[in-house]
């Protein structure tokens, strides 16, 4: 069964650093494209990083750049992404997601886990 | 960056009707606009790609129509489980965005 799974949310300071991870099983991590994507309280859906299939290229939302770093291990089938500097704005439900190509990315995400709970509150 | 206008914002609407959400791009994506359904406390799920293809799963009910501007997600009949927020989401042009969502409701 294709799952992913996401952890390390909590609660945080502004201007402290938290690192999330992806769990993915039952598909060929490898060959796919990674995306992570958020919800704010009340708010829709933002697209936030991707990583390709192989870790070569990478790509940030502008809301996130320079302070985010998406990175993937693909001996472990797991993502991560290292969020430094947060804000109050980053307080989300962040989503990993697998892109629908493979290979070369899509930015379609089929299959997508159920989310980890940032909190950047003082 | 191109902004996507969904509408209506809430759709009150009851079991085995027809629903239809609307999308609207500020400048022309071609066809690269998807459909995501969002319930609370679920994953999303990616219904429809590329406008009109359904992704692998998703029941013959939900279809996606239009190109350029202007697109369509169709819910031949609802069942109970399709009450949930819809999203769409282009990849026309950088950078990618999505829309503010359709609260589907049952009335």
């Known amino acids: 069964q294709v799952q992913l799974v996401e952890s390390g949310g909590g609660v945080v300071q502004p201007g402290r650093s938290l690192r999330l991870s992806c769990a993915a099983s039952?598909?060929?991590?490898?060959?796919?494209?990674m995306h992570w994507v958020r919800q704010a309280p009340g708010k829709g859906l933002e697209w936030v990083t991707i990583i390709s299939y192989d870790g070569s290229n990478e790509n940030y939302a502008d809301s996130v750049k320079g302070r985010f770093t998406i990175s993937r291990d693909n001996s472990k089938n797991t993502v991560y992404l290292q969020m430094n500097s947060l804000r109050a704005e980053d307080t989300a439900v962040y989503f990993c997601?697998?892109?629908?190509?493979?290979?070369?990315?899509?930015?379609?995400?089929?299959?997508w886990g159920k989310g980890t709970t940032v909190t950047v509150s003082s | 960056e191109i902004v996507l206008t969904q509408s209506p914002a809430t759709l009150s609407l009851s079991p085995g009707e027809r629903a239809t959400l609307s999308c609207r791009a500020s400048?022309?994506?071609?066809?690269?606009l998807a459909w995501y359904q969002r319930k609370p406390g679920q994953a999303p799920r990616l219904l429809i790609h590329d406008a009109s293809k359904r992704a692998t799963g998703i029941p013959a009910r939900f279809s996606g129509s239009g190109s350029g501007t202007d697109f369509t997600l169709t819910i031949s009949s609802l069942e109970p489980e399709d009450f949930a927020v819809y999203y769409c989401h282009q990849r026309g042009v950088w950078p990618y965005t999505f829309g503010q969502g359709t609260k589907l409701e049952i009335k």
């Open positions: 400048q022309s994506v071609i066809s690269y």
């Open positions: 039952g598909f060929m991590f490898s060959s796919y494209g």
């Open positions: 997601a697998k892109d629908l190509g493979q290979g070369s990315s899509t930015y379609d995400m089929d299959v």
